[in-house]
């Protein structure tokens, strides 16, 4: 059964398996279109060059329609743009790469299941992908049951690769406690001391809130009050109205279209007004700085990926994938929006499969304890395949360890206001994996 995101027009540019080309279907015969069943799979431009190389398959999880749509597009791009190069290169180890991918909805019954589905009948040799991180935390046990390795493309609920860490399971980008280590330090001695916290009431909005609360005390700043939001909140203005007492900056924890409600009904309600507005990155994202438009003005956020062109990101390699990313997301949004750190994190999970599957040899899902063992304490330097910077992706918890970036939004762009190192952001693992 075709999913709903099949047909909107983003996704007409776009290989995936499994798709259909009506005009193709219609120029069957009956009797052909019968045998065929009710789809035809199209042969993706890079097919040829491989004859009949298996291609590796990789199961993609993002959220294409409900309240997350709007990132899981984005975060669609980066792990296509990955796929595309990675094919044109000549793919891994002579196989070319074929991505299946599944909708969610984003729900995190919808995404057990489709989890389910990639691993049992479509039988990925890898899955990638997650978004929202109540989803990643429900798929997790299930591609830890089918030995299937699982590399996370945006989920940052601190869990993950803690007390709810597994050995099949890596993240290859930050996560809350080291976003709250760099941060903290600028919020309290240049921002302000006393802090309100806003967050989404769920997984990674109750994590993120617990690791910044603590990083703010250990400054010398006080958190005086929290105030938790339930994901997808059309109107958020009776939890606002709320938010009283004495302090100096508010601290949100949003993204997508909740942050641009949140800071559009947090602004005309005041707020802002005589306070610090600051915040996870994920609140002025490039791909929703028009929503937000005067009102996000002001705003100093932490990041992984930002998209401007100051040093040290004044690189070829992250002008080669500004560009490429630009192509692919003006398919999925009329408006040509940059790239964002969904695009950039999705990227680099496919590239860390790719040299993981090259420096281990692995074949398919017999040879997953040998991919593990690969990745497991990977450094990888900047370059094409890792624009952001270097990394290494921790042997104790599979949790990366990057640079981050502090930032404010002025004239409507973001502005780059100080670089932390990633051996700053170092924090200790908390992860034991279950013996095997």
């Known amino acids: 059964m075709a999913e709903r995101w099949h047909d909107e027009p983003w996704a007409k540019n776009m290989w995936w398996s499994g798709k259909t080309t009506r005009r193709k279907f219609l120029g069957l015969s009956a009797t052909a279109a019968g045998a065929l069943g009710a789809t035809m799979l199209v042969p993706a431009p890079w097919r040829e060059a491989f004859g009949q190389a298996k291609p590796y398959k990789v199961g993609v999880l993002q959220p294409l329609t409900g309240t997350a749509a709007a990132g899981g597009k984005t975060a669609l791009v980066g792990t296509q743009l990955a796929t595309n190069r990675i094919n044109k290169a000549g793919g ?29 009948e479509d039988k990925v040799d890898v899955g990638e992908g997650g978004y929202l991180s109540n989803v990643c935390l429900a798929c997790m046990p299930v591609f830890e049951e089918h030995k299937t390795v699982y590399m996370i493309g945006v989920c940052l609920d601190t869990t993950i690769t803690t007390s709810k860490c597994n050995r099949y ?11 709250a280590v760099a941060f903290a330090p600028y919020l309290v001695n240049k921002l302000a001391k006393k802090w309100h916290i806003v967050y989404l009431d769920y997984a990674w909005g109750q994590s993120t809130r617990d690791a910044y609360a603590e990083q703010i005390k250990k400054q010398g700043g006080e958190v005086v009050g929290t105030t938790g939001i339930p ?28 942050a641009v409600t949140f800071t559009n009904q947090a602004f005309d309600l005041g707020l802002f007004r005589n306070r610090k ?23 100093v956020g932490v990041n992984r990926y930002i998209p401007v062109f100051t040093k040290p990101l004044d690189t070829p390699y992250h002008k080669k ?38 420096k281990s040899g692995f074949r398919g899902r017999e040879d997953a304890m040998k991919l593990i063992e690969a990745l497991e304490g990977m450094e990888v330097k900047e370059g094409d395949d890792f624009p952001q910077g270097d990394k290494v992706l921790r042997r104790e918890d599979h949790q990366a360890f990057l640079r981050q970036f502090i930032f404010d939004i002025k004239d409507g762009k ?3 206001l100080d670089v932390v190192p990633r051996e700053k952001v170092v924090v200790p693992p908390a992860c034991t994996f279950p013996k095997a």
């Open 92 to 120: 891994i180890n002579g196989r070319p790469v074929e991505l299946v991918v599944a909708d969610y909805e984003s729900k995190p019954d919808v995404g057990r299941r489709k989890a389910e589905k990639l691993v049992v």
């Open 169 to 179: 399971t890596f993240r290859p980008f930050d996560y809350a406690p080291s976003q």
């Open 231 to 258: 994901l997808g909140t059309a109107d958020m203005t009776a939890f606002i109205s709320k938010i009283t007492g004495t302090f100096d900056g508010v601290f949100a924890i949003m993204f997508g279209a909740n």
């Open 277 to 299: 507005y600051a915040g996870d990155g994920a609140v002025a994202e490039s791909t929703h700085l028009t929503a937000l438009g005067h009102k996000v003005e002001g705003f």
């Open 321 to 358: 994938f500004f560009e490429e990313s630009k192509v692919l997301l003006k398919q999925m949004d009329p408006s040509g929006p940059d790239p964002d750190r969904y695009v950039q994190s999705n990227f680099e999970a496919m590239n860390f499969l790719k040299l993981g599957i090259q």
């Open 414 to 416: 973001h502005r780059l």
